[in-house]
DNA sequence: CTGAAAGCGCTAACAT
DNA sequence: ATGTTAGCGCTTTCAG
């Protein structure tokens, strides 16, 4: 059986309300010997407090809940390590779930989140219409934070400038020469690419150039299953709304023994490290994720440790890498 | 505040007793229409359980742990969303700990974890010295699995042949007309490296042919460091430990402008996802991901459901998938 | 078939 | 300065 603080208190001879008080520091009208005695005795028995117990009295269990759309895409798994990693020197452990994007599954699991009593939540993609829960979190005030806010504009939100994202690449893309444009992704329902592809647009359409849409998942797949119509069309420059969508159509550029960037230059959104590795090397937008982690849960603290604690939506600026896969259009010798 | 079992009871005018019953299936002895009742004022009130509260009578929490070495290594995050995607399929919520291969924190996780009540724990790529956290696992009798073992021989072992991996790769190599071959990768403390290595090395040294060992870290920057060397070698082919070691040996050897695989032939291990995305395509071993998280999903609940249950070390089969990256060797001209 | 009561491990008044 | 006590939300005998 485990150790509980019975045991300690024994073994110390006092009482467990002593305990307790010494071991969370609260012992501020302790004598220094009763303190080192129970510090001697949870050192013997190798007492470790039960959370689970404490978080039933004190609605304290130093758990949060983190929620991401899909941890193999190395975005979302570079948040998630940075996060977690950030909230574990605070004193948190981090119940990892994966939505996969479904709202039903995003739904249980805060639910199950909440019956686990977290301190804290980090949603990450939410999903649009899963308002109810958010005013569910919010009268059982458990503080929560919106990352990656695809969908609606909520309070609690830290975002990247997709808007500024989008324009850089814009603005790269023209200075190399381009003259027709490709935007690859799918807004109809998330917000931030809505926003990548009005800053996007807002420059090339005051250049006067041509700029033509394709939808498709924001997937490796649903660059792949896409490319093909691009190839074909007069665009020589792609912006893709992740990077996952670029290295989807990479692949189908290599099996079409396509030469990039000579043949059609392509540029990503988010940076995930493998954007260096790919051949060529990725140009795209890159979102200051350590930082994001770092305000996240700095803000997330914040809001758990005083409830009137407040703030709107975060802007967090971004910036252009430029690497091998743009370059000037391939002008066809006419 | 939140819904209680309190509240539901009032409601259906019932005791606790009866609604925890009902709610937990255990209501053999309860007339439909109580049931009935207190199902609706659950519905009605929208209780939610609080594994908490539970936990700390039933000692049952639904909640499993686990610690991988590094989350952003796609391999990791394959095999965790695998885990937890079963594991929530069986109830289960999963507290994901990112070790970084400390010791230390791997300890303090551990602990961290016996004290939220986890019902069992999955550890992968366990550190060598910590074998007394998996006795104080059984003397809490908290069920426990190690995955990717790296490390020491351990009971409730799910691990891949390697050994096979290793030979399997030489063949393929040796097949092609390769004479003197590199291993890249470290066991002097991974015991599973070193299995890959034994059935590599197995089969070069039977037929009579030279391998160049070189010792480096299991990464990506562990490949790009160690791999002009391998260049400056009279190695034709070489073996990686994992697929991350040949992503950084494709860095440099696209930077030293070689042709893979006409100057060098590269392996990996593993089959992530991005080994496809490579260019060119890496050949490598893959390990059965889908496979290994479903028996290890239901191994770890056998074990919670019945403590006599227990295995030893399972071995599941690897299979090599040649893609681009490995070729005849670039003889040259005399 | 259902309710009353005890108690899981811990903390937070309130006593002493 | 420390101990006593009540109770967090739930499950589980044991009565009835």
């Known amino acids: 059986m485990a150790i509980t603080i019975k045991d300690v208190a024994k073994l110390a001879g006092v009482s467990t309300a002593t305990v307790s008080m010494v071991v969370n520091n609260k012992a501020d009208r302790i004598t220094q010997k009763t303190k080192d005695d129970v510090l001697a005795a949870v050192g013997e028995l190798g007492y470790k407090p039960n959370y689970t117990a404490r978080s039933l009295v004190s609605s304290e269990s130093f758990t949060i809940g983190l929620i991401v759309p899909e941890i193999t895409n190395p975005f979302f798994a570079e948040l998630a390590r940075n996060l977690e990693n950030h909230l574990h020197q605070a004193g948190y452990v981090t119940f990892l779930c994966n939505s996969g994007e479904n709202l039903s599954l995003e739904e249980r ?33 458990i503080p929560y934070l919106i990352l990656d806010n ?20 814009a603005q790269h893309l023209l200075s190399l020469g381009h003259d027709t444009f490709a935007f690859v992704g799918d807004f109809s329902d998330y917000q931030n690419i809505y926003r990548r592809y009005e800053g996007f647009s807002e420059v090339l359409l005051k250049a006067g150039k041509e700029i ?22 007069k665009a ?11 290295v989807g159509i990479y692949e189908q550029a290599h099996l079409d023994g396509l030469h990039l960037p000579k043949d059609l230059s392509i540029t990503g959104f988010d940076d995930i490290s493998f954007a260096e590795i790919l051949f060529p090397k990725l140009t795209t937008i890159k979102q200051p994720l350590e930082e994001i982690s770092k305000i996240a849960v700095s ?6 440790q005083n409830s ?26 006419s």
Chains 1, 2 share one sequence.
Do not use: H, W
């Not at 989140?113 to 958010?134: F, H, M, P, Q, Y």
């Open 212 to 233: 033509i849409i394709y939808k498709t998942d924001l997937t490796r797949k649903g660059g792949q299953k896409i490319a093909k119509k691009i190839f074909n069309s």
């Open 236 to 246: 020589t420059a792609v912006f893709c709304s992740n990077d996952l969508i670029a």
């Open 150 to 169: 695809r969908r609606v504009q909520s309070n609690f939100s830290i975002v990247i400038d997709d808007f500024e994202g989008g324009k850089l690449t």
């Open 308 to 333: 009137d604690f407040s703030f709107d939506t975060l802007v967090l600026p971004v910036k252009l890498v430029v690497r091998d896969s743009t370059g000037k259009p391939n002008v066809p010798s």
């Open 109 to 141: 699991y805060i639910d199950e989140l909440i019956g686990r009593s977290v301190d804290g939540l980090i949603i990450c993609g939410l999903t649009a219409e899963n308002k109810e829960k958010l005013k569910l979190l919010e009268k059982l005030s």
């Open 299 to 304: 803000n997330l603290l914040k809001m758990i």
